[in-house]
Structure formats: structure tokens, C-alpha cells
């Protein structure tokens, strides 16, 4: 079973991305699951997360307003909607299940905002 991130690439600030997770196994949408980041040099840090039924969400104070997360169920699938990009966004991306992991950590999808 994976939790599988795509979508991230380079973009210059300001810009926007849409990364994708998708569950492959069964009951994604028993689980509240959440986006988490990984800058250079620094610790994974939770970034947004969403309930089982995509009703609560909640997110790290500096990307509020400017990222959106949001999950289909039917497609066992989690978004991030990441407008207004910062230099400070740049990182891996991953997605697990919260509070516990369901799934062993992926390699993510690297997000870089640079000019």
C-alpha cells in the first residue's frame, strides 16, 4: 500500500502548483491524511491536513490562505492547491495518513520556487 505524491516542479514566485496523492489500497477514506514538507537542511514538518470525510481542515500558519488542501474520495486521491509560491515553500512533499502513518514514508514530489 503507498501514498503516492505528484505534481511538484519548478516555479518562479508567485506562481502556483496542484500536487496530487493517491491511496492504492482500500478504506482511504477511513483515514484523515495530511500534506507534509521537507526543506533542505531541516526536519519533515506538517504542512496541511484534512479529515476522513474532507469536511475539517487545517494548515501551518505561514501557508494559510495561500494553499488549499482538499481529498476525493472516490478517486482515493488528496490535493494541494499551492497558490502565491515562496522561495520558503521549496521542499519534498509527501503525504501520509495522521496521527498514525498508514503507509511507509514515499519519496515525495520536490517543490522548488526560485527566479
Known amino acids: 500500500v503507498q501514498l503516492q505524491a505528484s505534481g511538484g516542479g519548478l516555479v518562479q514566485p508567485g506562481g502556483s502548483l496542484r500536487l496530487s496523492c493517491l491511496y492504492s489500497?482500500?478504506?482511504?477514506?477511513?483515514?484523515?491524511v495530511a500534506w507534509f514538507r521537507q526543506a533542505p537542511g531541516k526536519g519533515r514538518e506538517s504542512v496541511s491536513n484534512i479529515n476522513s470525510n474532507g469536511d475539517s481542515t487545517r494548515y501551518l500558519g505561514s501557508v494559510k490562505a495561500r494553499m488549499t488542501i482538499s481529498r476525493d474520495n472516490a478517486k482515493n486521491t488528496m490535493y494541494l492547491q499551492m497558490n502565491n509560491l515562496k522561495p520558503e515553500d521549496t521542499g519534498v512533499y509527501s503525504c501520509n495518513c495522521i496521527p498514525a502513518l498508514c503507509v511507509l514514508w514515499g519519496q515525495g514530489t520536490q517543490v522548488t520556487v526560485s527566479s
Open positions: 489500497g482500500r478504506s482511504f477514506s477511513a483515514y484523515a
